[in-house]
Nanobody
Framework: QVQLVESGGGLVQAGGSLRLACAAS????????MGWFRQAPGKERDFVTA????????YYRDSVKGRFTISRDNAKNTVYLQMNSLKPEDTAVYYC?????????????????????WGQGTQVTVSS
């Protein structure tokens, strides 16, 4: 059983920072990529950022480029999301996702079906 556990969410004022973490566990866990998605109230879940485990390639949605940074710790099976200059429109539940190494389909970072495992989400609230 693979588990993804997010942490680090909370309430912050606009312009502030938060760091999210996603720890993966499970005896069979082997991932080729991990990503972060977010879902604001009444809206669909959207892609935020992703990273490939092997070469560290990163991908970002336009609205977070220059403000958010994704990183990984291979030894800890953990992915981090450093969020700076937060805006009220960043308010959402943030979900971590992982793609199993064995997937043969083309990896498209921004698409939810590219991922096999999901965390329960962590709330990020940015006040104005």
């Amino acid at each position: 059983q693979v588990q993804l556990v997010e942490s680090g969410g909370g309430l912050v004022q606009a312009g502030g920072s938060l760091r999210l973490a996603c720890a993966a566990s499970g005896r069979t866990f082997s991932s080729s990529a991990m990503g972060w998605f977010r879902q604001a109230p009444g809206k669909e879940r959207d892609f935020v950022t992703a990273i490939r485990w092997n070469d560290g390639s990163t991908y970002y949605r336009d609205s977070v480029k220059g403000r958010f940074t994704i990183s990984r710790d291979n030894a800890k099976n953990t992915v981090y999301l450093q969020m700076n200059s937060l805006k009220p429109e960043d308010t959402a539940v943030y979900y971590c996702a992982a793609r199993h190494t064995g997937r043969s389909t083309t990896y498209v970072p921004a698409l939810q079906w590219s991922y096999d495992y999901w965390g329960q989400g962590t709330q990020v609230t940015v006040s104005s």
